[in-house]
């Protein structure tokens, strides 16, 4: 079928990626699952980009082409998802109330991290080898309660949060931490910081169904 004949309303398909981008994706996936290897097993602070480079087995020159510094690796896309909770927040069902919206936006970022489980399991290993990492994270989760809140006034046609807003906020934000917390697990919490996949969560439940059942808890006290 030719160009001329696909209906207005039909999209093209993307080309498939070239040899040379398959070889770049290939590298940098391997770069972080050594990185994330070995953050889990020897701590974020002792782990050299060498030592990364050399799992991964490419040149640490090869390593900087793709992160400027270590701790990029651990990037998630934290900037894109704060504002993908804004969106999320003012996309709920209209007759939620602030929790339940708030609840419903952490939901959709829970999809992203379920895709993701071995990553978001190393990545957690990781963070509670360093202070600095735990306190970058406390930085983004009250950055993502921000943006909740934002949406939640903007739901509600107010210009900034309103007490309602930030409370609800800050309640869905401690839900997702402990809901998190549960499903990828820590060393501490019994999670073997080896590389290999956290095991499920009590009864394989999923990270949006934990969040659901802890946010009925709270109501239901």
């Known amino acids: 079928m030719s160009a001329t004949d ?109 895709a993701e489980r071995h990553r978001v399991t190393l990545r957690a290993a990781a963070v509670a080898t360093s202070s600095a990492l735990r306190g970058r994270t406390t930085d983004t989760l009250t950055a993502w309660e921000a943006a909740l809140a934002r949406g939640l006034a903007a739901r509600r046609g107010l210009a900034a949060p309103d007490e309602e807003a930030a409370v609800a906020a800050a309640v869905a934000v401690a839900l997702w931490r402990w809901a998190i917390r549960q499903w990828a697990g820590t060393p501490g919490a019994g999670t073997p910081a080896t590389g290999g996949p956290a095991p499920d969560a009590p009864g394989g439940v999923p990270l949006r169904e934990l969040l659901q059942r802890a946010a009925a808890r709270l109501r239901a006290d």
């Open 6 to 114: 696909r209906s207005p309303g039909t999209a093209t398909p993307a080309p498939a990626p070239g040899r040379r981008e398959r070889r770049k994706r290939t590298t940098r996936q391997a770069l972080e699952e050594a990185a994330l290897v070995l953050f889990a097993r020897d701590g974020f602070d002792a782990t050299t980009v060498e030592a990364i480079a050399e799992r991964a087995e490419v040149s640490p020159r090869t390593f900087f082409r793709y992160f400027a510094a270590k701790e990029e690796v651990l990037d998630m896309g934290w900037a894109e998802r704060r504002e993908r909770l804004a969106r999320l927040v003012r996309e709920a069902p209209a007759d939620a109330d602030d929790l339940t919206a708030a609840v419903h936006a952490l939901e959709g970022i829970a999809v992203d991290f379920e």
